[in-house]
């Protein structure tokens, strides 16, 4: 559940630099918040290989204590710091047209349609480079550390790329529902393959249909977007799960075998 | 005598509490060996040591007479079972091709090459019909000779595998002793982490009897003695009173003739 850590952890980050630029920029909130989800990695592999503390443990820890002295110095600041926690936490994402990136006196379109087309871009080429390193550490890290293979310098890049992919969604939906967009399509598409790439391809699917969906209805029931959207890709687990269980049970009661299937 | 791993004078500790005193061995190239030793007595840190994955207090370890960084390729590993995941979004032909994985290639595509090795190795595990099955599926021996059969794809000349009999069904337990001993007739050598002593005897040729410190390190016939293993166990009840059974019984079924003999002239 690192992910779900980062987004929480990188909170104190964001207080720090609102405090130190006084400006909403968000070229300084996304680094600071960068900073502090590479710190909080290290910080919790830190805890789990030097110090051994169980690994849960050592996540847990991490990313509380963070999240927690973020929501102290928001408050703290609240005289000279303009920082809506509402706004941290939940994020906007109707606001999102209406901050442009203005280019040479040029409308350049949405700041947050720019950093997620170039995070969506990094991403790609990470993912097409280090599939196999990623793939092989992931899975069985002392194996690979005995093939010579730099288990830490992987460890710390994923680690970063998830903490920069959170950074940079937050912005839209908030720091509480960007793990949905993390953990929920992939859950999903884990139920229905078994093949890491096709599992790739298929929860960037399902992520899809969960955010236009999502749109969607909270066009039609007035709703919040984020909310909604989150709510949906609960919706389709759900779904994919119930018409998953339903299937393997009337396999079963034609005496089908389970496995093989 | 030809040298494939050297330890010398390892201590190795845990929560600063040793695991690893002093220990001191060579063995020998081309053989099956057994690190063999009750519960806690170090023999996972000691393989996990040779390998590079803990660090050493003081000591050091040679493989080929060389430093680990120099032979990595031609060192193979077997962790434990347990040690991973098995829910992992792969197949069997993904976990096998790992072998094939290097430090240079890990950039690359995986070549066609590369599959004809893993296939091979999967063959040699009786598990080719099995090739995609994913790997959650697959029974404990089933899991187990798939890590046996990355570890083949590897071709490297030593291999090192962290308890291989533990959990495994009877069919599983003769496929791998065959396979070692193909890969001995290889002219391989292969160090094996095991706890049992009813069957250590069988297996292997060479046993490091360790329980902390080393206990005794020599051709089996020379340290399979009830002296050395009372030294190794000693103070545990349940097993001393299994020794005798183990060293003097001829219902023990031993395959080597010569041992048997052996055990009769003491």
């Known amino acids: ?261 | 005598m030809d040298k494939s791993i050297e330890v010398h004078n390892l201590t190795v500790s845990y929560h600063s509490k040793p695991v690893l005193w002093d220990v001191d061995f060579t063995l020998p190239k081309g053989k099956i060996i057994g690190i063999v030793g009750p519960n806690g007595s170090g023999k996972t840190t000691m393989l996990k040591t040779i390998m590079g994955l803990l660090d050493a207090d003081s000591g050091y370890t040679e493989i080929f007479g060389q430093p680990l960084d120099k032979v990595r390729e031609r060192v193979s590993y077997v962790p434990q079972r347990e040690s991973v995941d098995w829910d992992f979004p792969a197949d069997v032909m993904d976990v096998v091709l790992m072998g094939r994985y290097r430090k240079n290639n890990l950039f690359k595509r995986i070549t066609k090459e590369d599959r004809r090795i893993a296939t091979e190795a999967l063959e040699k595990v009786n598990l080719l019909e099995f090739a995609h099955r994913q790997i959650s599926q697959l029974s404990g021996g089933q899991q187990q000779r798939v890590f046996i059969a990355r570890s083949l794809a590897q071709q490297a000349d030593i291999y090192l595998m962290d308890e291989p009999f533990v959990g495994v069904d009877a069919a599983t337990e003769d496929a791998i002793l065959k396979l070692l001993r193909d890969m001995k007739n290889e002219g391989k050598t292969v160090v094996i982490v095991h706890h049992d002593l009813q069957t250590a005897n069988e297996y292997f040729d060479w046993i490091v009897l360790l329980n902390t410190r080393l206990v005794a390190a020599g051709p089996k016939e020379e340290v399979f003695t009830k002296e050395l293993l009372q030294e190794a166990y000693g103070g545990r009840l349940t097993v001393l009173s299994k020794l005798g059974d183990i060293i003097g019984s001829t219902e023990f079924p031993l395959r080597e003739p010569e041992f048997k003999e052996d055990k009769a002239e003491e």
Request: charge should be negative; include cysteine.
């Open chain 1, 1 to 261: 559940m690192i992910g779900d850590a980062i987004s929480h952890a990188v909170l104190p980050g964001i207080a720090i630099a609102y405090w130190l630029s006084q400006s909403r920029a968000s070229i300084w909130m996304f680094l600071g918040a960068a900073s502090v989800g590479v710190l909080a990695t290290v910080l919790i592999e830190l805890l789990r290989k030097r110090l051994k503390v169980q690994s849960d443990a050592s996540i847990g820890m991490t990313f509380t204590t963070l999240f927690a002295i973020g929501v102290v110095m928001i408050t703290f600041w609240s005289d000279s710091v303009d920082l809506d926690q509402e706004c941290v936490l939940y994020g906007e994402i109707a606001y999102v047209p209406f901050d442009v990136w203005m280019f040479h006196g040029q409308n350049m379109g949405p700041t947050a349609l720019w950093a997620s087309g170039i995070l969506l871009l990094s991403i790609l080429v990470y993912l097409f480079f280090g599939y196999k390193g990623l793939k092989m550490t992931s899975f069985n890290e002392d194996y690979a550390a005995v093939l010579g293979i730099g288990v830490g310098a992987w460890n710390l890049s994923l680690m970063s790329m998830v903490s920069l992919t959170t950074v940079v969604s937050f912005e839209s939906v908030g720091a509480i529902l960007v793990v949905a967009l993390l953990v929920a399509p992939a859950a999903t598409a884990y139920l229905l393959v078994e093949k890491l790439g096709a599992m790739l391809l298929l929860s960037a699917g399902f992520a899809l249909i969960g955010s236009l969906g999502g749109y969607t209805l909270s066009k039609v029931f007035e709703t919040s977007i984020a909310g909604t959207i989150a709510s949906t890709l609960g919706a389709v687990f759900l779904l994919v799960l119930i018409g998953k269980t339903a299937v393997s049970k009337q396999t079963n009661t034609y005496g089908l075998e389970g496995e093989g299937v």
